[in-house]
C-alpha cells in the first residue's frame, strides 16, 4: 500500500471510531427510549448501521494492522512495478490514459488509480516504455502502448 493509501485508510478509520460509533450509540439511545424495541424501526435501523460501522472499523484496522507501506517517492527505475504512474495509449483509438498502480484497498478508478491486481495492471507490471500490452477486456482484447513511466 501507497503512504498515501495508507493515511487515506487511517483517516477513514478515525472518523468512524469518533465520528460515526458516537452518532450511532446516540441513535440507539433515543431509539430505546421510544419504547418496545421488537415494533421500533428506528432501534432497528441504528443497531444495522452500528454492526455495518464495526464491520468497516475491523476490516480497516486489520489492513492497516498488515499493511506493507511503500513510500513511492523513493522509488525508480525503468520498468512498471508497483506505485508506478504509467501513461498508456489505446492503439486502437489513440485515447491515452494515466493510471497509477497501487494497492487493493486503495484503488479508485475514477481518480486514476488501478489496483495491482487488475488485469491492466497485471499486465503492465515488468514492462518499459515503448513496450505493448494486450487485456483482456469484457468488450475484447484491447491494445496499449506505454509512453511514460513515473514514480511521484
Request: charged share 35%.
Amino acid at each position: 500500500m501507497t503512504s498515501e493509501g495508507y493515511e487515506a485508510l487511517d483517516t477513514e478509520l478515525r472518523r468512524l471510531k469518533q465520528v460515526e460509533r458516537p452518532r450511532i450509540i446516540q441513535a440507539i439511545a433515543e431509539a430505546r427510549a421510544h419504547g418496545d424495541l421488537s415494533e421500533n424501526a428506528e432501534y432497528h435501523a441504528a443497531k444495522e448501521a452500528q454492526g455495518l460501522n464495526e464491520a468497516r472499523v475491523a476490516e480497516l484496522e486489520d489492513s492497516l494492522g498488515r499493511a506493507d507501506v511503500i513510500d513511492v517517492s523513493k522509488l525508480d527505475g525503468d520498468t512498471v512495478t508497483f506505485g508506478a504512474t504509467v501513461k498508456i495509449v489505446d492503439e486502437d483509438t489513440d485515447e491515452e490514459k494515466v493510471y497509477r498502480i497501487v494497492g487493493d484497498m486503495e484503488a479508485d478508478v475514477r481518480s486514476g488509480k488501478i489496483s495491482i491486481s487488475s488485469p491492466i495492471a497485471r499486465a503492465l507490471i515488468g514492462k518499459e516504455v515503448g513496450d505493448s500490452i494486450e487485456v483482456a477486456a469484457p468488450g475484447g482484447a484491447r491494445g496499449y502502448e506505454i509512453l511514460d513511466i513515473a514514480f511521484r
